[in-house]
């Protein structure tokens, strides 16, 4: 996600404080980008292996199906497990609708990874129901 947002303008545009304005974010470019590359450094990610952390998602995402078998629920019941599942699958794969989390247009692009949204279509309806079961709306 941080090497797309990286890569696109509009999405390091919408990352700046709403207070800043439309016209002048494309002049802050390079400060996001240095922002952004900063986090990237902050976090150790490694821009330029994208397969490793793929491997290391799908790995996940493949644990968090089998461990949900037939329930609602990694642990039977909701817990912080779900929660960090469902994250995962936010940030890695696809954001939830904007009635739960609001991105414009340009950095709910930069979240998503379609060939993983298909691939994990089920675990989306899971995390989407969680959300419509315990998560309040946005705003």
């Known amino acids: 996600m941080v090497a797309k947002l990286l890569a696109d303008g509009a999405a390091l545009d919408e990352s700046l404080p709403s207070y800043v304005p439309r016209g002048v974010r494309p002049r802050l470019r390079p400060a996001s980008r240095f922002a952004t590359r900063l986090f990237a450094r902050k976090y150790a990610l490694d821009l330029e292996d994208s397969e490793t952390p793929l491997r290391e998602v799908r790995a996940a995402l493949d644990a968090l199906r089998t461990g949900l078998g037939r ?14 599942m469902a994250t995962l699958l936010q940030g890695a794969v696809s954001p939830p609708a904007d009635r739960y989390i609001h ?37």
């Open 71 to 84: 329930s609602s629920y990694l642990l039977g019941e909701f817990t912080y497990a779900d929660i960090l």
């Open 103 to 139: 991105l414009a247009l340009a950095t709910r692009r930069a979240w998503t990874r379609t060939d993983l949204s298909a691939e994990y279509a089920d675990l989306l309806i899971w995390r989407d129901r969680l959300y419509e079961k315990h998560r309040a709306k946005s705003p």
